[in-house]
């Protein structure tokens, strides 16, 4: 990909290289084997964006696990429009289950904590989060995030399964808008 990338109306910088992603995955991955050894958790994938980290994150678990898609929205263009919506949710009987998040990004963090809500009414023993990226300056929700790749300053950012209005998901390199 070039290092300059542009999408619509808004310029990009490439600014993580796959190579750099793949090396905090894979030690992510190494983590989850460790510690959540024998609790067969739960991954429920938060569709669309994180679907290039979920697939290489859980390439590198090895341990008895299973997967689950949900599909939650909150963004439009650049900005959290504040209202989340579960456009396809989670059909299982999670009760005593260890869960784990997988995020792309946290931002504000409004995104997960509106899901968090309806997944404890599901009575699950443990729920964790797993974020490729963190941007922690925005974050103003309680819940902890335990499992985070990168954090980043609070810029909007492309690829690596991330988009700006529907574009730059297929980069394998994370891309920073050219802010002015
Ligand atoms: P939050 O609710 O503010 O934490 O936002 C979470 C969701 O917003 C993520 O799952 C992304 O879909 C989207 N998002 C937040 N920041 C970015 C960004 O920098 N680039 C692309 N999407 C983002």
């Known amino acids: ?10 310029s990009f910088n490439k600014y993580i290289l796959n190579e750099d992603i793949q090396t905090k995955v894979r030690e992510l991955s190494a983590r989850i084997n460790t510690e959540l050894d024998g609790k067969v958790p739960l991954f429920v994938v938060v569709l669309n964006g994180a679907f290039i980290f979920a697939s290489d994150l859980l390439k590198g678990v090895t341990i008895d696990c299973e997967i689950a898609f949900v599909k939650l929205t909150s963004y ?3 900005k959290s429009t504040g209202v989340v919506q579960q456009v396809m949710g989670l059909d299982l009987n999670i009760k005593g289950r260890t ?4 995020e792309d990004i ?6 997960l904590e509106h899901f968090l809500k309806t997944l404890w009414e599901m009575e699950p023993a443990e729920v964790k989060v797993a974020a490729c990226l963190l941007k922690p300056e925005a974050f103003h929700s309680k819940f902890p995030i335990d499992y985070v790749c990168f954090s ?3 810029e909007f950012v492309v690829g690596y399964g991330l988009d700006y209005d529907g574009l730059g998901r297929n980069s394998s390199d994370i891309y ?3 802010e002015g």
């Not at 990909?1 to 808004?10: G, H, R, S, V, Y």
């Not at 869960?99 to 997988?102: H, L, Y």
């Open 1 to 10: 990909m070039p290092d300059t990338w542009k999408l619509k109306d808004k």
């Open 76 to 78: 439009q263009g650049v």
């Open 99 to 102: 869960i784990v998040i997988i």
């Open 106 to 111: 946290v931002d504000t963090g409004l995104t």
């Open 152 to 154: 980043i300053p609070n």
């Open 176 to 178: 920073k808008i050219i």
